[in-house]
T-cell receptor
């Protein structure tokens, strides 16, 4: 089974509108972390936002927020007021466990295009 | 200056050649990783290292080897490159004392002809 599933290969959004990128995850470990990364066309991976499995509130970082629904095992990224510079690939990732790295998984990504 | 650097940034090589990709970091992190990225597949872990004496295979280690020369340096080698190793390769670091998030280098685009 896929550990991280991103079901939207590509999305379009109008500039200044909000957009939600979907991410579901699969783990039986009670301790995990969820991450979103942005990859512009230049190729670098840029960390956007983090949500810990024990965090009570949804994470927010500027225009980015994470809609964390633990029971549904979903961690959707919400980008408010989209900008042209938001056009990029977006990857959801999960780290399972706390002390033993051995499980860090990435989804296949969603390509977001922001239209002027 | 970048915290995680990779050399070379681009490389074209021929089948059967040995090639080394190098990664250096100034973040002081103990953990270092090598990933490859293929279109539609996201990132897949090749090798990771928790410290200089600790090397571990990841999801797709066949055909690759690594060397952790120092805390700050982690090299990936392709002993005999083949065309299906054409990909974008990323080095990353993380710090368990924090969230263990991955900090990525700029990537190396490798083409094997």
């Amino acid at each position: 089974a896929q550990k991280i599933t991103q079901t939207q290969p590509g999305m379009f959004v109008q500039e200044k509108e909000a957009v939600t990128l979907d991410c579901t995850y699969d783990t039986s470990d009670p301790s995990y972390g969820l991450f979103w990364y942005k990859q512009p066309s230049s190729g670098e991976m840029i960390f956007l936002i983090y949500q810990g499995s024990y965090d009570q509130q949804n994470a927010t970082e500027g225009r980015y927020s994470l809609n964390f629904q633990k029971a549904r095992k979903s961690a959707n990224l919400v980008i408010s007021a989209s900008q042209l510079g938001d056009s990029a690939m977006y990857f959801c990732a999960m780290r399972e466990g706390i002390y033993n790295f051995n499980k860090f998984y990435f989804g296949s990504g969603t390509k977001l295009n922001v239209k002027p | 200056d970048a915290d995680v650097t990779q050399t070379p940034r681009n490389r074209i090589t021929k089948t059967g050649k040995r090639i080394m990709l190098e990664c250096s970091q100034t973040k002081g992190h103990d953990r270092m990783y090598w990933y490859r990225q293929d279109p539609g597949l996201g990132l897949r872990l090749i090798y990771y290292s928790f410290d200089v004496k600790d090397i571990n295979k990841g999801e797709i280690s066949d055909g690759y080897s690594v060397s952790r020369q120092a805390q700050a340096k982690f090299s990936l080698s392709l002993e005999s490159a083949i065309p299906n190793q054409t990909a974008l390769y990323f080095c990353a670091t993380s710090d368990l004392r924090g969230r263990d998030e991955q900090f990525f280098g700029p990537g190396t685009r490798l083409t094997v002809l």
